[in-house]
């Protein structure tokens, strides 16, 4: 399995609270992507990151900020968390950004948001 | 990037062939066909990806008529733990370097495998 992991992988919190999440990768892979999950929707791209620093807007992106200070790490941060962010969170990874290159996923972040 | 129609969910018994497939009408000329599997709490993982005609790995067989506009995921004598939601994506592999496109993942077939 591609060396990803998340942080945290469960984490309850209250509306209107800033809530960060981590993705740390060890692959060395220079494409990092959040996406979210949820019933009926399938899996939906928040923000993405093609480098250090590099970074932009998915089809999801409202209400959520990206950094990537390093290439290993990708912050997903929430400014001010609602209701409506409680959903499942996965980061994954690729070399490329071509639809034919595989993407590796981490094990999940699970955010209520109360 | 090309629609994906695939069932919402399937059934299936242990030791059966189960063939899974997917319509994607407006596929174009540079568009591969990937698919991806994803138990419970878990993210997805990399199945199988073809261009045409047919596939086969350790895992799967992919199964693509001369004109593109379908496919078929075969999973040869499945067991309970191929219980998983499995998603078809298509997509062209020159696209690349920004954009919000690239992997559409939908809502995928849910599998379901009794004993």
């Known amino acids: 399995d591609a060396g990803i992991t998340q942080s945290p992988r469960h984490k309850v919190t209250e509306t209107g609270t800033p809530v960060t999440l981590r993705c740390h990768q060890t692959?060395?892979?220079?494409?990092m992507y959040w996406y979210r999950q949820d019933p009926g929707h399938g899996l939906r791209l928040i923000h993405y990151?093609?480098?250090?620093?590099?970074?932009d807007k998915g089809e999801v992106s409202d209400g959520y900020s990206v950094s990537r200070s390093k290439t290993e790490d990708f912050l997903l941060t929430l400014e001010s968390a609602t209701s409506s962010q409680t959903s499942v969170y996965f980061c994954?990874?690729?070399?490329?950004?071509?639809?034919?290159?595989?993407?590796?996923f981490g094990p999940g972040t699970r955010l209520t948001v109360l | 990037l090309a629609k994906t129609t695939q069932p919402i969910s399937m059934d299936s018994y242990e030791g059966q062939e189960v063939n899974i497939t997917c319509s994607h009408n407006?596929?174009?000329?540079?568009?591969?066909i990937t698919w991806y599997q994803q138990f419970p709490s878990q993210g997805p993982r990399f199945i199988i990806q073809g261009y045409k005609t047919k596939v086969t790995n350790e895992v799967a067989s992919l199964f693509i008529p001369a004109d593109r506009k379908s496919s078929t995921l075969s999973l040869p004598r499945v067991s309970l733990s191929d219980t998983a939601v499995y998603y078809c994506l298509v997509g062209d592999n020159r696209r690349s370097g920004g954009g919000a496109d690239g992997l559409t993942f939908g809502k995928g077939t849910h599998l379901i495998i009794q004993p």
């Open positions: 990151s093609y480098g250090v620093k590099d970074t």
């Open positions: 407006n596929i174009a000329t540079n568009d591969y």
């Open positions: 994954a990874i690729s070399l490329d950004r071509t639809s034919t290159d595989t993407q590796y």
């Open positions: 692959e060395n892979h220079r494409y």
